[in-house]
Structure formats: structure tokens, C-alpha cells
């Protein structure tokens, strides 16, 4: 009886699979990838004046501060003690910038595949410093349509040594 069950519960899991060389459409991406050299990646961060929010992912709040990620760019900072009247004041360039967190007073962002920890505090000539990079730790940031990344753009078909950090349409 268990091996009739077992038998019955593995022909239906098979028959659900979908078989290697189906018929299955492949949506391929309408986009284009923005590829960075590994040694500019690890040199890419840097803090900057102001500018213009643009395509704002994610919100983080921390100590009168308002920091909001900018998809693929970086990270901008919102001085937010005045709640009436916010101050941009600044904004961490971060190419392939996704997701971000903090805890105490390091940010933790991606840096497209890599992870990276910034210290806010500035140093005594206004700096931020990254304290610590840890590389290869994100798989490659994907199409925003959700597509399938061209086999041109694969990991092996591309210049040595690029990573993707952001998609512009075609």
C-alpha cells in the first residue's frame, strides 16, 4: 500500500515538471546593462552634494535623519529635525545600490554585488568611510521587467572583469 501511494505521489510530481526543451516562452529583457569595471566598482562609493531624488526605492529613518535609496545609485540623506521643513543634505553615490540598513551608525548597503558598510560619521575633512567591502556576496542585479538577462550579457560573453550595475531601456 506505502509503495502504491509512493508511486502515485512521484508520477504526479514528475508529470508537473516541465520537461527541458519545452515550449516554454523566454521573456527576454527590454533593457540594456550598465556594466562597471571590478577595480571602479570598489573605488565607486563616494559622498556628494545634494541632488535631485529620482527614482526612490527604499526609506530608512534614524536619529532625525531620513535616508532614501535611489534604485541602482546611491543613497540620499535627509536632515529631518525639522520635520516642517526637511534639508537635503547630502547624497553617497553607491552604483548598483538596491537595498540598504543601519545599525548604530554604519549603513549597510550593496554596492551592486558586494556588500558594504559605511561609518556616517564623518571624518575630520567631512569624509565617510567604508569600513568594511564584502565582495561577490549578491548575485547580478536583474532586469527591472524581470526578464531574462541576454546570453551577450552573461557573466562569460562580456568584458573580463564587469559587473552590472543598473539596466537603462533599449
Do not use: Q
Not at 571602479?40 to 526605492?57: E, F, Q
Not at 535623519?65 to 540620499?76: L, P, T
Not at 547580478?140 to 521587467?145: G, K
Amino acid at each position: 500500500m506505502k509503495k502504491s501511494i509512493f508511486f502515485i505521489i512521484a508520477v504526479l510530481f514528475i508529470s508537473a515538471c516541465t520537461p527541458i526543451g519545452s515550449n516554454t516562452p523566454v521573456s527576454y529583457t527590454d533593457y540594456v546593462p550598465v556594466l562597471l569595471s571590478r577595480s571602479s566598482l570598489s573605488t565607486s562609493v563616494r559622498l556628494k552634494p545634494t541632488t535631485n531624488i529620482g527614482d526612490a526605492a527604499k526609506i530608512y529613518y534614524k536619529d532625525n535623519f531620513i535616508f532614501i535609496s535611489e534604485r541602482f545609485k546611491g543613497v540620499h540623506i535627509i536632515d529631518n529635525s525639522n520635520p516642517k521643513l526637511p534639508v537635503n543634505k547630502g547624497y553617497i553615490a553607491v552604483p548598483g545600490c538596491v537595498d540598504m540598513a543601519i545599525k548604530e551608525n554604519i549603513l549597510y548597503v550593496d554596492n551592486a554585488i558586494d556588500l558594504i558598510a559605511i561609518n556616517l560619521l564623518e571624518d575630520e575633512k567631512g569624509n565617510l568611510a567604508i569600513v568594511k567591502r564584502i565582495e561577490n556576496v549578491f548575485p547580478e542585479v536583474a532586469p527591472p521587467d524581470g526578464g531574462v538577462i541576454p546570453s551577450k550579457f552573461n557573466l562569460t560573453n562580456r568584458p573580463p572583469n564587469t559587473i552590472i550595475v543598473s539596466w537603462t531601456k533599449k
